[in-house]
């Protein structure tokens, strides 16, 4: 049975939550507890996208060849524009976080010489 | 539109990156970061009250002219209502928060300039940035840019405990930057399965959906955004189970920064628990989580704070647990019970910041934290000892202090709402929160000067001591006449309900 473009992208965003919580909550490895956290942005960032996604739909930009099928055809066929423009500042959001928790790993580790979150959060 | 509701956002964050780029200047830096201070509390009084739409996008209901020419789809619709661009909301409540925000973060950065030997760009960019951010979140209609702040202000109270130098301060800004990156997806998860019933983020407008029937309030979906929103909620305002990280980085935070962290947190927490009350407040659960969880943060905060050797930590779990006091303000739904947390929102942010700066000066002094091996600083500085006791008396709600009539209101709240037992809880709390402060002020001013303990610094910056006359001036003028913020704060309250 083939899914449903949008429902296997929704169970795909839930898989990556999951898995991020996994690994953020059970990973020993600072790195890795990064990668999961990672994850979690990625699976909601996957949600918005999907909350957009219109099966069939057209790209939501006007462009002047669209002029003659009209305004109508337009509104009627494009995907919803807003969750993609959302997603856009989330990433750049979950990017500088991931900078900011990196740079503090590397500090840490050359304090510490190790990443193991058992070890350097429990001192 | 009035410019001014965007200027309260964009002048901090110009500032802060012009900071950011003249770090090392020092002189310049003193003086770009007081006269961009001093704007602070005085752009939101100068500001006429109304709504900002970002590039002029008003709703179409206001813009006829855009309207012209459009499908009838679209102007018979809703759709003709909902705001298209970003909203920014400015009104007597956000005034009075605005102001209080600008004042603690004025005379924090005032009192960061003048305590430490070479101002730090940096530092102050953080201040300045996190302010802004706080603004946005306070001004913000629209649930998505109230994210984006959300995350900027959790990012540069990261970077303030990271500047501060303070010994396994890297450490507690991982764990506070690993719990965040849990909370802050939830918290944008709930937003976007929001988006997804109401296709909006426009708070006004998805109240209006949820009102007026076009999705089902009952929805599991809706239920589902609510809890999601609630937890972003605990972890911004660092109520159970984030109170001990939360504490934990104030006390990795230098005296000053303290003060304005403490500020972001009281009002990131009543501007997001004023959302959550105006989306959610139709659900039987939502007010009763909200007082649990306040009801939690209180006993947790205040009973913690009992048991800590570390005046940093003490102040902490104090304002954690002086943050329950705002929630079962809120929780109670009533127009008073609103408007009595506001107004304890708007207290604790100023005492709680002077208890920090009060306390911080025994820092400054000694550098030391630990009240075992403190002693004796009532004899060095008598002055600065009675200002910190007046602190602690309003925030353990003594009159003539603003807390008194917070706190009083939030009884009478409770009473008439038929809750009379959280008035029991809050008084009795209060008495603990008391005892704490009475315990710590012994073993800093009152106990006997260890012999070992050296000063390290002998005289307190006169910045230091103005800006806590200037927190006991605030704190003296609020209790006396109440009604310059509840009257305020009322108009808010009232439409909520």
């Known amino acids: ?106 500090v840490l580790y050359k304090k510490h010489g190790t990443i193991s979150a058992a070890k350097v959060l429990d001192e | 539109m009035n410019p001014l509701i965007p200027i309260m956002v964009i002048l901090p964050i110009t500032c802060a990156l012009l900071l950011n780029l003249l770090h090392n200047k020092d002189k310049t830096v003193k003086i770009l970061a007081l006269i961009a201070g001093v704007a602070l509390p005085l752009i939101p009084l100068l500001a006429n009250y109304g709504m900002h739409y970002f590039g002029g996008y008003a709703p179409l209901i206001d813009n006829p002219t855009l309207a012209q020419g459009l499908p009838s789809t679209i102007t018979n619709s809703s759709l003709y209502l909902f705001h298209p661009a970003i909203t920014y909301s400015f009104a007597s409540a956000q005034q009075l928060f605005i102001f209080v925000l600008g004042m603690v973060a004025f005379l924090a950065i005032f009192t960061s300039l003048n305590e430490t030997k070479r101002a730090s760009g940096v530092y102050t960019f953080l201040m300045f940035m996190g302010t802004a951010a706080v603004t946005a979140i306070v001004l913000a209609d629209d649930i998505f840019n109230l994210y984006v702040f959300f995350e900027i202000a959790a990012l540069t109270q990261v970077g303030i405990i990271i500047c501060s130098k303070v010994e396994n301060n890297y450490e507690t800004a991982l764990k506070y930057m690993i719990l965040g990156s849990i909370a802050a997806p939830m918290l944008l998860l709930g937003i976007a399965l929001l988006l997804g019933v109401t296709g909006n983020v426009n708070i006004t407008d ?220 809050m008084v009795l709390l209060s008495i603990v929160t008391f005892l704490t402060f009475v315990k710590a002020y012994y073993t800093i001013y009152l106990k006997p000067k260890p012999q070992d303990l050296q000063i390290i610094n002998e005289k307190i910056p006169r910045a230091t001591i103005i800006t806590m006359m200037v927190f006991l001036v605030i704190c003296l003028v609020l209790g006396l006449f109440p009604q310059l913020a509840t009257d305020s704060l009322q108009q808010l309250a009232v439409g909520l309900v």
């Open chain 1, 1 to 106: 049975m083939i899914i449903d473009t949008q429902l296997a992208s929704f169970f795909t965003a839930a898989a990556l939550i999951v898995l991020g919580i996994y690994g953020a909550v059970f990973m020993d490895n600072l790195i890795k507890k990064v990668i999961g956290l990672a994850f979690i942005g990625d699976g909601v960032n996957l949600f918005i996208i999907t909350l957009g996604y219109k099966p069939g739909g057209i790209v939501y930009i006007y462009l002047p060849e669209l002029a003659e099928m009209g305004k109508a055809f337009f509104t009627q066929n494009a995907a919803y524009p807003l969750p993609f423009a959302l997603v856009l500042t989330s990433i750049v959001i979950g990017a500088s976080t991931m900078a900011v928790m990196l740079g503090i790993i590397i």
């Open chain 2, 206 to 425: 998805i109240i209006f959906a949820i009102n007026h029937g076009m999705v089902d309030p009952q929805s599991p979906v809706l239920l589902l955004a609510c809890g999601l929103i609630l937890f972003g909620w605990l972890y911004g305002s660092g109520l159970p189970p984030f109170h001990t990280i939360k504490s934990a980085v104030y006390s990795k935070a230098l005296p000053h920064g303290a003060a304005l962290l403490q500020a972001f947190s009281v009002f990131t927490f009543a501007a997001l628990g004023v959302i959550i009350i105006r989306i959610f407040a139709y659900l039987p659960f939502t007010e009763t989580v909200v007082i649990f969880f306040s009801l939690a943060a209180m006993i947790l905060g205040i009973t913690m704070a009992l048991m800590q050797t570390d005046f940093k930590r003490i102040i902490g779990f104090l304002a954690v647990g002086e943050l329950g006091y705002i929630g079962l303000g809120l929780g109670m739904g009533t127009a008073l019970g609103i408007t009595a947390g506001l107004f304890q929102a708007v207290n604790e942010a100023i005492i709680t910041a002077f208890l920090f700066i009060g306390f911080g000066t025994v820092l400054y002094k000694t550098g030391i934290s630990d009240t075992n091996k403190l002693g004796g600083m009532l004899v060095e500085n008598p002055k600065v000892a009675i200002l910190v006791l007046l602190a602690g008396l309003a925030m353990a709600g003594v009159p003539p202090f603003n807390a008194f009539q917070s706190k009083l209101q939030l009884i009478q709240a409770s009473i008439n709402a038929g809750l009379p037992e959280l008035g029991i809880i």
